[in-house]
């Protein structure tokens, strides 16, 4: 007979469109697992866990296939670190809530810190002997996760990117006006996102212009030459810009624009894009159109890539698949096998791999002027925003769905 | 036997996401009808009819379709005001083209402002004895056109603008953090839009604690008194405010400020949330969120209400019905005919009762304080974002349609 034991799965950094479907691909293989009796959520990542506040997602039942239209952590979510001593009290906590409630599986759905949190646990529990399978599943819109071709999230907000940029550029087109739009995009550390916004079709050509990445130290006195010979050509502009361009020191190219409006007592708000538009009614063109849609970009699940929803599902799936099968301390990655038709697999990545890294934008798929992206970056990202869902729909809107915040009866004493 | 005229159809004012809709109705009415044989479209408003500037839709009888699902004016647009009086010379540059082209129908798909353009033509071509029918089409995301229940063009807004808050909604309830969100919406003269978000609906209840309308006067202590006494109920809260809310003399709000802030040399950008934003930041919670969809809000026909296409299509159809008919200097408005289920029709109202005027959201459906909406205008709203529509799709992103801008043959010379 098969000993059963149960399971914990928690969310945890920034909300995406899909990072919902991943709990739901868990949980549909969960319950059919023999070895697992009680499913249960942390609530806001391992926070859920020290302070024993566990979600049954069984008596929930109804509400579980709900979640894979629904954007954000339905399960809440963290930012906690933690500590690199296993000496600290938390290790201590989180193994007792573990044994108290016969925890014998866990999953942790989130981006590179997340991977962090899970790779530690599993070495605390591999050095204090407690049998547990520990697996990670990858959430993030930066697409930046080593070890997977990409990162569920990424597709459904370059589907939503590319969707908006398309409609403003037909908005644009409406007026025969000489006009500049400027999109600022999500993406403090990586460009992909940025990138993404290639994907975007107008009459033949893609919309952007011109993209700005992270990765490419930003020269506002380069910026505005381009800009400059590409409105030349040209009558409306599309420009897309990260949100976390840097200086040629590596400094936030806003915080370092910020400093220098400090002596007028000035807080500057409102993102990159905002100070651009500025420089560029200055400088360029008199009529320059800004679009910032900020966190709506990372949680429009009424404009989810289909590809997307999918991957987020499987890695959820199989990660408890891997778990069952005994494997810990890895995360459930995306493999690509092909790219026309694009066919994926879900393989394992030791969490050492992915843990703390980045994966910036590559540099060989970043044009010599540093101001686009290479065929190849398109031909990697095309895929990925595809298909669409017929989410469904209440009173005209989405019909997204709120799992209670009902918890399970504690067994130990209060956290600190 | 029937004597053929032609038509020419314009779009003038700012872009909606189902203003193709009705050029599409019209067309297929048109091509249905004995008594037109050719069907223009003037390009860029009544500048196209000015500068002789027609396409002919027939012969891209294959984009038509597709424009019925493509954001912004497929004919382009303008602000284009004719002058009052008969004398001037582009009063007779426009019949003098009419006449040279043959043209008996002439319809304008706008707002207030074109209104006024389809009725000074009309009242035109009566004086001098021109044979024509003029009839207005109705659009605005504004919903402030007098004699129609609604208009063209709202309903698709307000889903937009409430799929948004709802996901945001979700994004901001991940964290258990105290936090507002502040969403700056269009509508510089009337708050419809802004009224229309409490349809989103969190757990039950409208997603907005608050909503600030340009009908009610704004005045900044009143509204951090409001937003203080709504965070001692509620961790996390909603705002919605109006881009046109406007102080106790009926100045913008935001010009106002802009003005103080006008010795620091600083010009301020982005709209009221930012500054609003900057205002709760210091006096009530660290954590503002802002979100300002700008112009993604009026062209987002990925989000459109099945409703508000609808009737988009239907208002375009039956102005070439209605002029057919021997009708002109009307606009072809909706007329509700119940709201459970909602059930509608087309009629026709006078020019002179829509041109230049405003339909303020009305002061009987805003709440004594000020800071809401009634349940009377949640029903009125409820049906005009109902339905979706599933709009084709093309490598994962909404198939669009462009006209190509070729012009038939000029008959006359130059404009100006």
Same mark, same amino acid.
């Given at each position: ?208 212009? =011109?993209?700005?990445? #992270? ?8 910026? !505005?030459? +381009? %800009?400059?010979? *590409?409105? /030349? ?103 690509? =096998?092909?790219?026309? #038709? ?8 030791? !969490?050492? +791999? %992915?843990?703390? *890294?980045? /994966? ?57």
């Amino acid at each position: 007979m098969v000993q059963k034991k149960n399971m914990i799965i928690c969310q945890s950094g920034g909300p995406t469109a899909v990072i919902n479907a991943s709990v739901v691909g868990a949980y549909h293989r969960a319950v059919k697992a023999e070895g697992i009796e009680h499913i249960y959520g942390g609530y806001n990542g391992i926070l859920g866990v020290l302070k024993e506040e566990l979600i049954d997602l069984q008596k929930q039942d109804s509400v579980m296939d709900g979640l894979q239209f629904t954007p954000s952590s339905a399960l809440g979510s963290c930012r906690y670190k933690l500590a690199s001593d296993f000496n600290h009290e938390d290790y201590r906590r989180i193994f007792q809530v573990f044994e108290a409630h016969n925890v014998g599986y866990f999953f942790y759905n989130g981006g590179n810190d997340s991977m962090d949190t899970a790779m530690k646990l599993d070495k605390y529990a591999k050095e204090s002997g407690y049998d547990i399978k520990i697996i990670g599943i990858p959430k993030t819109i930066d697409n930046d996760l080593q070890g997977t071709d990409n990162c569920p999230g990424f597709g459904s907000a370059a589907r939503y990117i590319n969707t908006s940029l398309l409609e403003a550029a037909f908005d644009c087109y409406t007026y025969s006006l000489k006009t500049i739009l400027l999109m600022e995009v999500m993406g403090r550390h990586s460009g992909w996102l940025a990138a993404s916004s290639a994907l975007a079709i107008y009459n033949g050509e893609p919309v952007p212009d =011109l993209i700005y990445l #992270p990765e490419v130290p930003f020269s506002q006195e380069k910026f !505005l030459s +381009q %800009v400059k010979e *590409k409105f /030349k050509e040209k009558e409306i502009l599309f420009i897309v810009v990260s949100e976390g361009i840097t200086d040629e020191q590596g400094e936030f190219f806003l915080a370092e624009q910020a400093q220098k409006n400090d002596q007028f007592g000035h807080k500057r708000l409102g993102g990159v894009s905002l100070y651009l538009q500025d420089v560029l009614e200055e400088n360029i063109c008199k009529r320059v159109k800004v679009i910032n849609p900020g966190i709506l970009q990372r949680c429009a699940t009424h404009c989810v890539s289909g590809t997307d929803l999918d991957e987020a599902y499987w890695v959820g799936y199989r990660a408890v698949d891997y778990a069952l099968q005994g494997n810990s301390g890895f995360m459930a990655a995306i493999k690509r =096998l092909s790219n026309q #038709p694009y066919q994926w697999d879900v393989r394992l990545v030791p !969490l050492e +791999q %992915v843990a703390n *890294k980045e /994966k910036k934008f590559p540099t060989e798929w970043i044009v010599p002027e540093g101001n686009y992206i290479t065929q190849d970056a398109i031909e990697y990202m095309k895929p990925l925003i595809e298909g669409s869902v017929i989410a469904p729909l209440w009173k005209g809107l989405p019909r997204y769905n709120i799992l209670k915040r009902e918890f399970i009866p504690r067994k130990l004493n209060s956290w600190k």
